[in-house]
């Protein structure tokens, strides 16, 4: 049995640093060669390109125009490769957001992700008080933060706890 593990979650709660600290004890635990996918490790220099090529600002993550083009493109690179992974054998964790696919149950769609019935998929949702990850945001000083922190509460409104009667395995 193969696995795809997600650790998913609102900017600053943890997730990259969790997924870290639990990766050689998860290796360890079932014997099996993971692939660790973060979607800022992947994407984040092609993206930071695309985007400052387009407005001038690099740094730009969080704005309309990087949401409507470059979000869904990442994300779905992002599952590909983990699922050309898993064709391949590889167990494999995932790091990044993915908050409309959690809100919409699409991390337990093994059609969408293109996963046949032998992988076991799980879903940590990663989550701290909104002024702690505010904090953490802040003291990481990482300048694609910048957009949501100047637009902290439009930012704020797409927070969101994920219904524990969702499909799937939490």
Excluded at 14 to 21: C, M, N
Excluded at 78 to 97: H, K, M, Q, W, Y
Excluded at 127 to 146: F, S, T
Aim: net charge negative; aromatic share 10%.
């Amino acid at each position: 049995m193969k696995h795809l593990l997600f650790f998913c979650g609102h900017a600053g709660t943890g997730k990259t640093t969790l997924a870290k600290r639990l990766f050689g004890p998860l290796m360890r635990a079932t014997g099996e060669p993971f692939c660790l996918l973060d979607k800022d490790t992947l994407y984040g220099p092609y993206s930071a390109a695309a985007i400052g090529a387009l407005t001038g600002d690099s740094n730009d993550r969080d704005s309309p125009l990087f949401i409507e083009h470059f979000r869904d493109p990442e994300y779905h690179s992002l599952l590909d490769t983990a699922a050309e992974n898993l064709s391949l054998g590889v167990s494999v964790v995932v790091v990044a957001p993915l908050t409309r696919e959690v809100r919409g149950a699409r991390l337990f769609d093994r059609a969408w992700l293109g996963i046949g019935e032998d992988v076991e998929i799980r879903v940590v949702w990663v989550h701290v008080d909104e002024n702690v990850a505010r904090e953490r945001i802040l003291a990481r000083g990482n300048p694609n933060d910048a957009y949501k922190l100047a637009h902290w509460e439009e930012y704020r409104q797409r927070f969101f706890m994920p219904d524990e009667r969702s499909p799937g395995r939490w």
